[in-house]
């Protein structure tokens, strides 16, 4: 089975370029000025695709913790109320969709339930992404699986007995694998990233890496393990209010993080040992025995 999938106009898996993602999630903090600029920015970075997160509060938020108080920018609300606070409608999405047309940069979202996948298909993403958090619930694996759209499956949290479950739901065609530590920040102890290579030999599917981790030298080391989509929270800074932006990388870092993704690919190389010209004049003063 070929290890790529075609996402949007580009091909993703083995022998192609890192596919590289700026998740904006909700770090635009609900303000749509906030979000134009971090797509910017992920556009500037040079990114392939930006993503959101879709969730229907009511469905999504636990009983137990709808009523529960929070402290949020918005005052001392509750849980329920903040998680309105930062979803967009179906106005702030066109104008997402319109915005991210203009700039020429691909957008699609997390979704956390069955609602979001009918409210997204109104769009026609490029793919569905499938949070770590959602990899068990079955009926939101069939939903997104009737779309016959691209699935990038986060397995975060996860054993490989529910991954192996969430794959046979999903089936292998159009689905890539990210590994993911579903912690924010993640400690580099705990980022396992040989377990982009585990997954690699178990199933037949480009393998990605969704990081949250702080810097950017494990999510370039998983491009170099082989992470065929390399996702990172973006935000326009890391001490903004909000649970993921310690773990976001910002503008400036973005840009870093794709050129040394882009310098990490070319150094990989094929394998096949060669002497390089650039080689030859140094072969013709070092070598003392030629043979």
């Known amino acids: 089975m070929t290890r790529e999938v075609m996402i949007g106009n580009k091909w993703v898996g083995e022998g192609h370029p890192t596919y590289v993602i700026a998740e904006i999630g909700i770090n635009h903090n609900g303000d749509m000025a906030n979000t134009r600029k971090l ?61 991210c047309k203009d700039i020429g940069i691909d957008w699609f979202a997390s979704v956390w339930d069955e609602a979001a996948v009918d409210f997204l298909e109104a769009f026609e993403p490029v793919c569905y992404k499938i949070p770590s958090a959602s990899l068990t619930d079955s009926g939101l694996l069939n939903k997104i699986r009737s779309t016959n759209r691209p699935v990038i499956l986060s397995t975060g949290m996860s054993t490989m007995e529910q991954i192996r479950k969430a794959v046979k739901i999903i089936g292998l065609d159009n689905l890539v694998l990210t590994h993911a530590t579903s912690t924010y920040p993640c400690e580099p102890e705990e980022l396992n990233l040989r377990m982009i290579e585990t997954l690699r030999k178990e199933f037949p599917v480009p393998i990605g890496y969704s990081g949250h981790e702080v810097g950017l030298i494990p999510s370039v080391l998983a491009a170099g393990l082989g992470a065929c989509i390399v996702e990172r929270h973006i935000t326009l800074d890391r001490a903004m209010w909000g649970g993921d932006q310690a773990a976001s990388v910002e503008p400036s870092g973005f840009e870093r993080l794709v050129k040394y993704i882009r310098v990490a690919e070319q150094a990989l190389g094929d394998g096949v040992k060669r002497v390089y010209d650039s080689e030859l004049s140094s072969l013709k003063k070092l070598r003392r025995v030629q043979n």
């Open 39 to 99: 797509i910017d920015a992920a556009k500037h970075a040079g990114v392939d695709a930006v993503k959101f997160q879709k969730r229907t509060p009511e469905i999504c938020v636990p009983d137990d913790q709808k009523n529960a108080m929070r402290e949020t920018p918005w005052g001392y609300i509750t849980y329920l109320e903040y998680r309105y606070k930062v979803e967009f409608g179906e106005a702030q999405y066109r104008e997402i969709d319109q915005y």
